[in-house]
């Protein structure tokens, strides 16, 4: 677990929705703050975890307050999980056992009828289910005031935008002249957004 200490500042009352400020290198993320947000590695991965803060929606500018992130990285496996072992691999029908301690290679699980333990290599395991090998992410603040309304923003790298230009000759003479904005996402993630706002200029990041 990560700790740091961090002090809220007010924003305007309309940033309290879920928006995207879009800029030519990078991305900020304003999202409503109801509790814990999980992220999985891939998005983690695009996450400067320096920008991650936490804000007030409220509108009285003189509150300043104080609050401690906490950054857990929590370890997905099947423990204590229901599986399927073949016990050796010409074994018709699977054996339903409890996931007792996952390792690279042997795993150690309990069979459910017998309540006996024993190490399986695990290609013969089999899943019911799609098991989760990526580590997810849980970002939280505390203390948390019920009587505030917040919102939590972050910078990732994997959206930016920019200008392209067209100049359209027509035969009759005229002109027509057009700016479009691309917006590069290159993750393999999808974002959906209220608002979205395309920002220009250089911005120095300090982390």
């Not at 395991?125 to 989760?132: D, N």
Request: net charge negative; glycine share 2%.
């Amino acid at each position: 677990m990560i700790g740091s200490l961090l002090v809220m500042s007010t924003v305007d009352s309309s940033s309290f929705e879920n928006k995207l400020r879009l800029y030519d290198s990078f991305a900020e993320i304003h999202q409503i703050y109801n509790g814990p947000l999980r992220f999985q590695q891939a998005t983690w991965d695009n996450i400067k975890h320096e920008s991650i803060i936490l804000r007030s929606a409220s509108e009285n500018s003189n509150i300043t307050l104080s609050f401690e992130r906490r950054i857990v990285r929590i370890n997905t496996n099947n423990t204590g999980k229901t599986i399927l072992v073949r016990k050796y691999p010409e074994q018709k029908s699977p054996t339903p056992c409890e996931m007792i301690k996952e390792e690279p290679e042997y795993s150690i699980v309990r069979e459910v009828e017998t309540g006996f333990y024993f190490r399986v290599q695990n290609d013969l395991i089999e899943y019911s289910y799609e098991p989760q090998t990526n580590q997810i992410y849980e970002v939280s603040f505390y203390p948390i005031l019920s009587n505030h309304s917040l919102i939590i923003t972050y910078v990732i790298n994997s959206l930016r935008w920019h200008a392209r230009y067209t100049l359209q000759t027509f035969a009759n003479g005229q002109t027509q002249f057009q700016i479009l904005a691309d917006i590069i996402n290159s993750s393999p993630l999808s974002y959906s957004f209220n608002q979205t706002h395309l920002m220009s200029g250089d911005i120095n990041l300090a982390f």
